[in-house]
């Protein structure tokens, strides 16, 4: 591997290690160079011990860069080997201050094959010294005994770090996971939003140029030129029809609010219903403001969506259309002298969404038939009061 991949590797390991190893590791390195050195200088000790020592020392160092701290990246053997590694210093020349690093491995192994196979490890390890200071090193039962305590110490509070990363790692694994949920409910509620803009833009668009292809049909032999501007009209709509589908792709907004606001964009929509057999009038009241995009964007649909129900179903031959500034509150009324609808018909994909976005903007959308014959749509939206 190369020096590059080597840093690369360490960088992606420092991600996942506990900072306080690190600290522990190379403090721990530190004092296990230093000391057999100042031996050798000493001469108190043969160079070719001290040269094993060296390079157990520095595989020990290389082998932590490589050191994985999390199952998923694999190479787990890594973490096996140096765990013998560190346990070799106390072959070739530590004694005892080796014995830090020998328990981070042991919490890198808790890390790669968990907390159950490192306490298990830790209690063979603690047999271990028991038994090998004195058949090894010369030293007492109690030397042994107080070894083993140490070491049960310290093992305590390394895996007791260990476990906490594990669960911290845990829940944030969780909590990445949460997120990617509402990712995707994120992504199939703006799906759903999107099959929304296409029953409302393109429906509507669609809906008057089928109309108006029905009457050059019908103007064709008797009315010529009638049946001509109705085709014409059909061409302008379907450019219409094709900029608007990819305006809402983009970002969702229909053209006919491109430079205009409120009223002017409603009254447009209006009367683009001209010629397809029914009368619509559009009128205002109030004291009119700017509205938030959202607002607008709601009301537009809403319109949209009365004089298309009208026009498709409801058989009318007039739609009003009623926009009131009130003092906190925007309210929408689009109704007609059509038949209304009855109890299976519902209110429909488009009226459904459209109260879902009114609700998520603080007002409602609402449809019914109305008293005296037809159906009404009524929206109602929160204003904020502007200045003046």
Known sequence: MASADWLRVARLRDADRPFLFTVVFWVVMALLAAGPLSVLLAGGVRPPLIAAYGVNLALVALLW???PWDSSRGHRWVG?????ATIMLGVTGSRSTHMPLTLIAVANLAFLFGMRAATVLLCCL???????VPLLFGGTVLDGLAQTGWMAVFAAFVLGMASSTLEARRRREEAQGLLERIRELAVAEERARMAAEMHDSVGHHLTVIKMGLENAERYRRRRPDAAWDEVRQ???LTVEALADAR???????PLALDGRVGGAALERLAASFDGTGITVTFEVEGDERRLAADTELVLYRVLQEGLTNALRHAEAEQVHGRLVFGEGNVVLVVSDDGKGRDGAS???FGLSALAERARALGGSVAGGNRAGGGFELRAELPVARTGP
């Open 234 to 236: 059909a061409k302008e």
């Open 346 to 348: 519902g209110g429909g």
């Open 65 to 67: 860069f490589a050191l």
């Open 247 to 253: 305006r809402w792709v983009r970002a969702l907004r």
């Open 80 to 84: 096996a080997l140096f765990l013998v």
């Open 126 to 132: 603690a047999v271990g010294v028991f038994a090998g």
